[in-house]
């Protein structure tokens, strides 16, 4: 079983910056690939973006990719979304994910992932 935190949401300006962090614990992390999901009122729960075990591997979705970057540290069982440029369509419930099948690669599926977070929201004004 794996707990997995997320913290850091809140309220921004368009074009401005966060950092969300995810925490996650009771396992080795090192053994999962990690993924940012989020949902927006009324809508489908969408990939963000996702790392591999290694760290080697990473991917984004075309709306965020250029403008939000993932990250972990082993070290610590965190992983990271450095979000910038926000826009006000950005606004949603941020998820952190975990997935353990030790395939090679990401998965941008949300059922590829057993181990989900609370979430945390974040708002972008206009």
């Known amino acids: 079983q794996v707990h997995v935190v997320e913290s850091g949401g809140g309220l921004v300006q368009a074009g401005g910056s966060l950092r969300l962090s995810c925490a996650a614990s009771?396992?080795?992390?090192?053994?999962?690939?990690m993924g940012w999901f989020r949902q927006a009122p009324g809508k489908e729960r969408e990939f963000v973006a996702a790392?591999?075990?290694?760290?080697?591997?990473?991917d984004y979705s075309d709306s965020v990719k250029g403008r939000f970057t993932i990250s972990r540290d082993n070290a610590k069982n965190m992983v990271y979304l450095q979000m910038n440029s926000l826009k006000p369509e950005d606004t949603a419930v941020y998820y952190c994910?975990?997935?353990?099948?030790?395939?090679?690669?990401?998965?941008?599926?949300?059922?590829?992932?057993?181990?989900w977070g609370q979430g945390t929201q974040v708002t972008v004004s206009s």
């Open positions: 994910a975990a997935e353990s099948s030790r395939r090679i690669g990401v998965r941008r599926g949300q059922y590829d992932y057993e181990y």
């Open positions: 790392i591999s075990r290694s760290e080697i591997t990473t």
């Open positions: 009771g396992r080795p992390f090192s053994t999962y690939a």
